[in-house]
């Protein structure tokens, strides 16, 4: 069986498991822990698109998160539209806005932390200019009224958006698994491992690390999107925060980068482990956040390539053994 056959199949068995779990629980407790985690696994694979397999560092991921779910609202509150039909301008929206800043960054040479530093500063730029105009509603935020339906994308119960996050996460899976297996995500990952030795070979860098972020920052601006659906509301702070860009840089590291799985494997991880100590410490404030930094400093020093990276391990050590 060939990459793509294997990537198609392992894709198809998720989907298929994941989207039968509302037919055996109706408990609002287990599908919203489902809806969680799989919108933890939809912006860890938005930033592993860029991070993990371009090589390219993002601080500020939550820059494409907030402008999804900005636009999202607005398009709703002011301009009357359809959610459905709002929720793929927030994603070109956001995609354009990573086109910007991928054109912008790339075009001075930025790259490392100085990349990573950009992305960061951009989404504080945003996040001011959402504080301080008034049609984003400025520090209080917009919330959207509540209006049960299908149609409007507010469903009257949590498998409507289990199996919406479900669709978007397949979405950003597909992505992935074209990475892996197109000549596009060959000169991806060459500009990643050795930009000078891929622009000697004809590679062109600052186009294939820009088209890059645009599917990146339309992968998380459609989880903006989703978000505003599900809770009706945003802010400057819950938009453009840093908690945003941290869980989705975490759960890709955590899972393994550049790779088809490690993102959703990490999210879970990460998911599952948040939960827990919420529940054992109560609502300790910045527990997660210090949940997280130990695990990513344990997850560098001994396991670098992340939780799917423990497949490859396992092999060697049972050869040493023998």
Not at 9 to 26: D, N, R
Not at 148 to 165: D, H, K, Y
Not at 253 to 279: C, E, F, K, Q, S
Request: glycine share 12%.
């Amino acid at each position: 069986m060939t990459q793509v056959r294997k990537d198609i199949f392992s894709i198809a068995l998720f989907v298929w498991i994941v989207a039968a779990i509302p037919f055996f629980t109706h408990s609002g407790v287990v599908l919203n822990f489902v809806m969680m985690a799989l919108f933890a696994c939809l912006i860890a694979q938005a930033w592993n698109v860029l991070g993990g397999f371009g090589g390219q560092f993002s601080f500020g991921h939550a820059l494409f998160f907030g402008t999804g779910a900005y636009f999202q609202a607005i398009a709703q509150l002011t301009w009357g539209w359809n959610p459905w039909l709002a929720l793929p301008a927030a994603m070109l929206m956001a995609a354009l806005v990573g086109a910007w800043v991928g054109a912008l960054s790339f075009r001075y040479g930025l790259k490392g932390s100085y990349f990573a530093l950009v992305t960061l500063a951009f989404a504080e730029v945003f996040r001011i200019v959402t504080l301080s105009v008034p049609f984003t509603g400025a520090g209080v935020g917009l919330m959207l009224p509540l209006k049960e339906s299908v149609g409007n994308m507010q469903f009257a119960s949590r498998s409507g958006f289990v199996w919406l996050i479900l669709g978007l996460v397949t979405l950003a899976l597909c992505v992935t698994a074209y990475l892996r297996n197109s000549r596009f995500g060959a000169y991806l990952q060459a500009v990643r491992d050795n930009e000078d030795a891929a622009r000697a070979v004809g590679v062109n860098p600052f186009r294939v690390k820009t088209w890059a972020t645009v599917l990146s920052g339309g992968l998380m601006g459609s989880a903006g999107a989703f978000y505003v659906q599900v809770f009706q509301y945003i802010d400057p702070s819950i938009g453009f925060g840093a908690h945003t860009s941290v869980e989705a840089l975490v759960g890709a590291i955590v899972g393994g980068m550049g790779t088809l799985w490690g993102p959703v494997l990490g999210a879970l991880a990460l998911h599952v482990l948040a939960d827990l100590t919420r529940n054992l410490f109560g609502q300790m404030p910045g527990i997660n956040m210090i949940i997280y930094g130990s695990v990513l400093i344990v997850i560098v020093m001994f396991l670098p390539r992340g939780i799917a990276g423990l497949a490859n391990y396992t092999p060697k050590m049972w050869r040493r053994n023998d």
